[in-house]
């Protein structure tokens, strides 16, 4: 345990202290002022636009479709691809992987780091958007703000699922560059499929990231609750065992 959790916090460190994710909450910050500032002089507007659900109400849960489903993805491929790919490019690997830790910890370390800051960023975005919002819109209520902060929690367990699949992915790229590519077009069809062939929509993994909204509004039945925690669960076991086992066995 105490070997993993060294490992956990070396790449942590990689990532919460590297500039350009510093400069990606930063941003993140900054999108959610813009936000607010504009959903605050708009009468809420309201669109879908590419599956994604926009609104300008200026309140945590108005921000968080766009953030959940475009640029936190986003940035789960970028940290799987720097701390998997990109490592593996540069023959920095191989050193970690003679330290005193076995493989399938550090890859399960890799992984923890990456869903970390996913969760990180999610809470800025949570507070930022909780503060501008009782600062410039209708203030929220303990209820409210209690039941927004369970959405965002809602949302981690289908971004760790996203995690794996990308983790296990980035395995076999050979350049981070095109390894990031692959994983953008591959979630951008996981995500245009379901329109194009609807009975798709309950088998693909990417299709629950929005889960949060029945669990936090009237919950469906209790076998429809069941099924959609044993496809989120199986997606996830089976791309972690896959994923360690390949880096346990991939010579770098």
């Not at 370390?109 to 930022?128: E, G, N, Q």
């Not at 209690?146 to 983790?167: C, D, E, K, R």
């Not at 088998?203 to 889960?211: A, D, I, N, R, V």
Request: aromatic share 14%; glycine share 8%.
């Amino acid at each position: 345990m105490t070997a993993f959790y060294a490992a956990y916090r070396n790449e942590t460190d990689k990532l919460l202290l590297r500039k350009k994710y510093i400069g990606f909450l930063i941003f993140g910050a900054v999108i959610c002022v813009i936000w607010a500032t504009v959903g605050a002089f708009s009468t809420g507007f309201m669109g879908t636009f590419g599956g994604v659900t926009v609104n300008l109400t200026p309140t945590p849960m108005g921000v968080l479709p766009l953030f959940l489903q475009i640029i936190v993805p986003l940035l789960i491929f970028m940290g799987v691809t720097d701390l998997i790919t990109t490592e593996g490019g540069e023959h920095t690997m191989k050193a970690m992987a003679t330290r005193p830790v076995e493989r399938y910890k550090l890859y399960f370390a890799k992984l923890s780091a990456v869903i970390t800051y996913a969760a990180v960023y999610l809470a800025c975005v949570f507070v930022i958007s909780t503060v501008l919002n009782q600062l410039l819109g209708r203030g929220l209520t303990i209820g409210e703000i209690f039941a927004a902060l369970a959405s965002y929690a809602l949302t981690l367990p289908p971004l760790a699922v996203l995690a794996g699949f990308a983790a296990l992915a980035a395995l076999f790229g050979r350049s981070g560059t095109l390894t990031m590519f692959l994983l953008v077009v591959a979630y951008l069809a996981m995500n245009i499929l379901p329109i194009l062939f609807p009975v798709l929509s309950e088998l693909l993994f990417t299709s629950y990231l929005g889960w949060h909204r029945l669990w936090v509004g009237v919950l469906p039945s209790a076998s429809r609750l069941l099924h959609m925690i044993a496809i989120v669960a199986g997606y996830g076991v089976v791309f972690f065992i896959a994923g360690s086992f390949i880096f346990d066995r991939k010579e770098y």
